[in-house]
């Protein structure tokens, strides 16, 4: 059983920052592609970035230079650090964790004002 549990949302300015943390239990997180999506009200859950078991990153257009994901083996935890932060972001924000399946956090909320 893997459980991800999400912290770290909160409101913030524009332009302000906040760091995401996404703690995981069970067996598979050294190995699993670690990953960040986001939801906003009325759309679809987007890929904002991830970081495989060896520290390669991948990030969307719309967050780079100004997101970044990192990972720690030895706490099971993956981070996002928001910098820059734009009313655009504003969404619900999901950790998600995978390794021949996918798993899926609770997800925090992220609302940044203009």
């Known amino acids: 059983q893997v459980q991800l549990v999400e912290s770290g949302g909160g409101l913030v300015q524009t332009g302000g920052s906040l760091r995401l943390s996404c703690a995981a239990s069970g067996n598979i997180f050294s190995r699993a592609i670690m990953g960040w999506y986001r939801q906003a009200p009325g759309k679809e859950r987007d890929f904002v970035a991830s970081i495989t078991s060896g520290g390669s990153t991948n990030y969307a257009d719309s967050v780079k230079g100004r997101f970044t994901i990192s990972r720690d083996n030895a706490k099971n935890t993956v981070y996002l650090q928001m910098n820059g932060l734009k009313p655009e972001d504003t969404a619900v924000y999901y950790c998600?964790?995978?390794?021949?399946?996918?798993?899926w956090g609770q997800g925090t909320q992220v609302t940044v004002s203009s």
């Open positions: 998600n964790a995978y390794l021949r399946g996918s798993y």
